[in-house]
Nanobody, 115 residues
Framework: QVQLVESGGGLVQPGGSLRLSCAAS????????MAWYRQPPGKEREVVAI???????KYADSVKGQFTISRDSAKNTVYLQMNSLKPEDTAVYYC?????????WGQGTQVTVSS
């Protein structure tokens, strides 16, 4: 089974930054796409950023210009750089990947934006 492990979450003040990491147990280039999702308290899970195997990226309108998804294939890791964080960015953030038609999910990492 492919393992995706998120890290980098924590407590940050409004306006601050965090970088989340998603480490994969298989080559990230074997995934047709990878993405970051988030689930705020009391809300449904939503996609916030996607990166394809070719490196193309897409973002939810709510985070354009604020978040950046990137990858380091040598480290089998996908990142989410989050800047100018707001309380509404508070959520559990999940890493997702599609590999050989299968959906793979990480366990999630908590991000809390609060003063």
């Amino acid at each position: 089974q492919v393992q995706l492990v998120e890290s980098g979450g924590g407590l940050v003040q409004p306006g601050g930054s965090l970088r989340l990491s998603c480490a994969a147990s298989k080559s990230i280039l074997s995934f047709s796409a990878m993405a970051w999702y988030r689930q705020p308290p009391g809300k449904e899970r939503e996609v916030v950023a996607i990166i394809t195997t070719l490196g193309d990226t897409k973002y939810a309108d709510s985070v354009k210009g604020q978040f950046t998804i990137s990858r380091d294939s040598a480290k089998n890791t996908v990142y989410l750089q989050m800047n100018s964080l707001k309380p509404e960015d508070t959520a559990v953030y999940y890493c997702w990947g599609k590999r050989f038609g299968d959906d793979c999910w990480g366990q999630g990492t908590q991000v809390t934006v609060s003063s």
